[in-house]
């Protein structure tokens, strides 16, 4: 199979801190991974793609200093919502490649994030 | 950004009967995927889609591949209470490197 993880599954945090979420590939290696923000009976919306060891590419209107993003390794990248605000609440998901760019991406479980 | 046309938007059904869906673009694709959704998980993979005209079924799901490249449908024969959740296909253009392009959804509910 391809099992992908996230970590945590839900987070609750005060307005005005930093929230990072781990996304990991566990039985393959993934040198792109994706970050998905997805609202309430909406589709899932890019916001950015993870290279590995490389800076990620940020899907136009979204805050590159707001949402950082690390890709260490073939199978960990990070998200850290920085500064965090209660807008900044919603269900955050990852996803892995396992091949480069021919195969389907497969996803994590999801982050459920709500700022108070 | 950029969703494709997915339909229908919802779906009520008996338990038992077939229910088909599909996207649809105005551009082309090399690849179509159908993922399943439920509350609070992220989406899992269903069916994928490489070859225009492709037709792959996984056991009671069928989906094809339009032979336009600019479409695909997914079928669910006989369908019971857990195929409940909301279904999502995505889409990839030749000139994207791995990004999908998402329809709306189809919420699906399954009347037993």
């Known amino acids: 199979g391809a099992v992908v993880s996230q970590h945590p599954s839900r987070v609750i945090c005060k307005s005005g801190t930093s929230v990072k979420i781990e996304c990991r590939s566990l039985d393959f290696q993934a040198t792109t991974m994706f970050w998905y923000r997805q609202f309430p009976k909406q589709s899932l919306m890019l916001m950015a793609t993870s290279n590995e060891g490389s800076k990620a590419t940020y899907e136009q209107g979204v805050e590159k200093d707001k949402f950082l993003i690390n890709h260490a390794s073939l199978t960990l990248s990070t998200l850290t919502v920085t500064s965090a605000h209660p807008e900044d609440s919603s269900f955050y998901i990852c996803?892995?490649?396992?091949?480069?760019?021919?195969?389907?991406?497969?996803f994590g479980p999801g982050t459920r994030l709500l700022v108070l | 950004g950029q969703q494709l046309n997915q339909s229908p938007q919802s779906m009520f059904i008996q338990e038992g009967e077939d229910v088909s869906m599909n996207c649809t673009s105005s551009s082309i694709f090399n690849t179509w995927l159908w993922y399943k959704q439920d509350p609070g998980e992220g989406p899992v993979l269903l069916i994928a889609l490489y070859k225009a005209g492709e037709l792959t079924s996984n056991g009671r799901l069928t989906a094809q591949f339009g032979i336009t490249r600019k479409d695909s449908f997914l079928n669910i024969s006989a369908s019971i209470p857990s195929d409940v959740g909301i279904y999502f296909c995505?889409?990839?253009?030749?000139?994207?490197?791995?990004?999908?392009?998402f329809g709306q959804g189809t919420t699906l509910q399954v009347k037993p």
């Open positions: 995505a889409g990839r253009r030749p000139s994207n490197t791995g990004k999908l392009i």
């Open positions: 996803s892995a490649l396992r091949e480069v760019a021919g195969g389907p991406q497969y």
